[in-house]
């Protein structure tokens, strides 16, 4: 990398007693393994490390039952039995010359303690953010002197386990720091409370003192909010955002900015672009000397050499990009810029730890399954055999598996039945919002061009009797899926009768450019993206329309990637009716008829047509009609024919891609009733007879 304009990223930085080997810093990020699945978690950070992270953080580290934010599997040091759990993932992230990095956390009224069952604290009295009826009570002086104790305590914890880098955590609205210095949560009167120096009193006191604690040796970061995008009612970046950072500028090693909560933090590329916090966080490096890491998903090294000539950021900070190319930076300095997976921006990852899962990601199959399937984002098994694959359809999951088995050295086949590859994500990228989503083809068909032993048949359907005579030892089908017609999805579980079918379409209609007239129903059973994208998109096209749920808001499982408001918000804003918690019973004389999903009333409003977006159905006719041919498979020398991706069960695009990755991967090896990853068991605590 002589003489690369990229240099200006490899360059070395301070961080108080500690020095990064490059500019690239993994913020700390969830993942869904946390303290239950350490080992996982560990290896998932050290992938990281080995693609040059100069930095790799933990996730929110738990540091006292007080503030118990189960079932969230987070990292934990609650006391000394955590250490060797989280000094797994500090050794791990040392083997690459990284720095390790935790990100201690006391949650306040933002813990339910669920497993706990102490009481929260906070600045004051609150309810808790869920619907948990438990409210949190105001912290007396001995709580706040026994939470400086406590962190004082997980960072020397940190620091046995081998942690270089030991945080403050005042960000989110999730942290007990961050509750204290906001004016929406810190309703006190003393010392503690009231002027924005005594809100941040508590802030400085546990900076100081985990400086004091461990600062002769590690690092100690502040994470801190700047603008929490509520106007003068709370911090703000030409308020006392700006003040806050100002009043302890030289205080910490490194700040760490944010902006609002977590789903503004991690916006969906739906709902803004790369480095889209800019203008809220450009000024901290003008009243500060420390180095100023943030985020803003970036994937275009062209931008992250722009924010640090600029004196926007000291170092590149990332999470969904390091999910999504843990070999973000080797990729840069090597001047492999064609083989970055860049980010989609779909919140997959922080879907996974919403649900309480270990993380995944659309673009990259390996996340999370680094230790307990031993899968390795840029290492895949060479072959095992001169087995000739054939691969039909080339969606995401077929784009995938051809990839993978070209890679491991395979000759392949891959079959698409139209002129274009992509399946998907191909379609839906030209949806409102969703161009960011065709980076998945995008890399994939990037990387098929460079394996010559991977060769690509377009406008190429296959039938049953044409594999048979392919003369190729393994087929893959790929080949898709169908938005269903009749209803059928979460209200509906058999057919609706009824229909006035010409005028019923589905989101693939309106994909291929058939657009109802008039006004139009947009029935939304399937509760992720696609209704509201769909809704959005003929709004935009002038229609009237009316989007009609089960549920009690539209897009319900999108509150798991961080985007549900903001969709409603954008329906709203656009002049979307939303109906909820009705279900459509009848669709017929331009009139659809609607039940209430709790009392079963019905009523009926006007409409010319109506848009199903309930559930899919699989292509599978080929695989059935070869299924159905017994020993003509064999007999044309067929050793196995497997349904992938949504061919296999429709499901998201990141399910598609992980299927295609697992079957090249895995289709060698022999079949096993064996649980097929690793798993970390509990230890048996102490036992008596009274118990």
């Known amino acids: 990398m002589n ?4 240099d200006i990223l490899f360059e070395p930085v301070q961080i108080g007693p500690v020095t990064a080997k490059n500019r690239f810093y993994q913020v700390p990020h969830c993942n869904g393994m946390g303290h239950r699945a350490p ?3 560990a290896a998932m950070r050290r992938v990281k490390a080995e693609g040059g992270w100069a930095v790799v953080c933990t996730e929110v580290c738990e540091i006292h039952p007080s503030a118990d934010i189960s079932p969230h599997n987070e990292a934990r040091l609650w006391d000394d039995r955590d250490i060797p759990a989280l000094a797994r993932a500090a050794d791990a992230i040392h083997e690459f010359d990284s720095l390790a990095g935790v990100e201690l956390g006391h949650h306040g009224f933002r813990a339910q303690n669920r497993i706990s069952r102490e009481i929260p604290l906070g600045p004051s009295s609150h309810t808790v953010v869920s619907y948990d009826p438990v409210q949190s009570r105001a912290m007396d002086k001995e709580d706040i002197r026994n939470l400086r104790r406590w962190h004082a305590a997980a960072a020397r914890r940190a620091k046995q386990a081998g942690f270089d880098l030991i945080y403050v955590y005042a960000a989110h609205g999730l942290t007990t720091p961050m509750q204290f210095l906001s004016r929406r949560y810190n309703q006190r009167t003393d010392e503690y409370g009231g002027s924005l120096e005594n809100r941040a009193r508590l802030l400085r006191e546990l900076i100081e003192e985990t400086k004091d604690a461990v600062g002769d040796t590690c690092a100690v970061p502040v994470r801190i909010c700047v603008d929490e995008l509520v106007g003068p009612a709370g911090l703000c970046s030409d308020g006392e955002g700006r ?6 500028a030289d205080l910490p090693d490194l700040w760490d900015v944010t902006v609002g909560d977590w789903s503004n933090d991690s916006r969906p590329s739906r709902f803004g672009e790369e480095a889209v916090h800019e203008d809220y966080v450009s000024f901290v490096k003008q009243v500060t000397s420390k180095p100023v890491v943030s985020v803003g998903r970036f994937t275009s090294p062209d931008t992250m050499v722009s924010q640090v000539r600029r004196g926007v950021l000291d170092m590149v900070g990332a999470a969904r990009p390091s999910i999504a190319d843990p070999y973000l930076p080797n990729k840069i300095k090597e001047g492999r810029l064609d083989d970055i997976r860049e980010c989609i921006g779909c919140n997959i990852c922080a879907a996974a730890d919403n649900t309480y899962t270990p993380i995944r990601c659309t673009q990259n199959p390996t996340m999370g399954e680094e230790w307990r399937r031993n899968w390795h984002p840029e290492l895949i098994p060479a072959r095992e055999s001169q087995d000739r694959v054939l691969v039909v359809g080339a969606g995401p999951a077929g784009l995938e598996c051809a990839v993978s088995l070209g890679k491991r050295g395979y000759e392949v086949a891959l079959a698409e039945a139209t002129t274009e590859l992509g399946g998907r994500v191909l379609r839906e990228p030209l949806l409102p919002g969703l161009s960011a989503w065709g980076r998945v083809r995008d890399y994939r068909l990037g990387q098929l061009h460079q394996l010559a032993n991977v060769e690509i048949y377009m406008d190429s359907h296959m039938s049953a009797d044409e594999i048979l005579g392919a003369e190729f030892d393994r087929v893959v089908l790929a080949t898709g899926s169908s938005w269903r017609r009749d209803g059928v999805a979460r209200y509906h579980r058999t057919p609706l009768a009824g229909l006035d079918e010409k005028a019923i379409y589905t989101p693939d209609d309106i994909m291929a450019g058939r657009i109802p007239t008039g006004p139009t129903v947009v029935f939304d059973d399937d ?23 089960p549920a009690p808001v539209v897009s319900g499982w999108t509150a798991n990637t961080l985007e549900q408001p903001r969709i409603q918000k954008r329906l ?7 109906v909820a918690n009705q279900g459509l019973v009848g669709f017929s004389d331009q009139a659809a008829k609607l039940a209430c999903a709790f009392t079963g009333r019905e009523t009926t409003i006007e409409a010319n047509s109506v848009v199903m977006v309930t559930s899919r159905t699989s292509h599978d006719s080929v695989y059935n009609a070869l299924a159905a041919m017994g020993d003509q498979v064999r007999d044309a020398g067929i050793k196995s024919f497997s349904r ?5 069960a429709p499901g998201t695009i990141a399910a598609a891609v992980f299927s295609g990755h697992r079957y090249a991967r ?17 230890e048996l605590g102490p036992w008596s007879a009274r118990n």
């Not at 003040?243 to 302890?248: F, S, T, V």
């Not at 992938?644 to 296999?648: E, K, R, T």
């Open 527 to 549: 509760h992720y993206y696609m209704g509201g994208v769909i809704a959005e998109k003929l709004r935009d096209l002038g229609l009237d329309v009316t989007l009609v749920t």
């Open 644 to 648: 992938i991706g949504d061919s296999l």
């Open 666 to 682: 895995e289709f060698e090896k022999p079949e096993s009733d064996e649980v097929p990853f690793l798993r970390e068991v509990s």
């Open 572 to 578: 709203l804003d656009k002049g979307v009716t939303i």
């Open 243 to 248: 003040d806050l950072i100002e009043m302890l």
């Open 39 to 41: 080992s996982g978690m």
């Open 3 to 6: 003489g690369s304009r990229y």
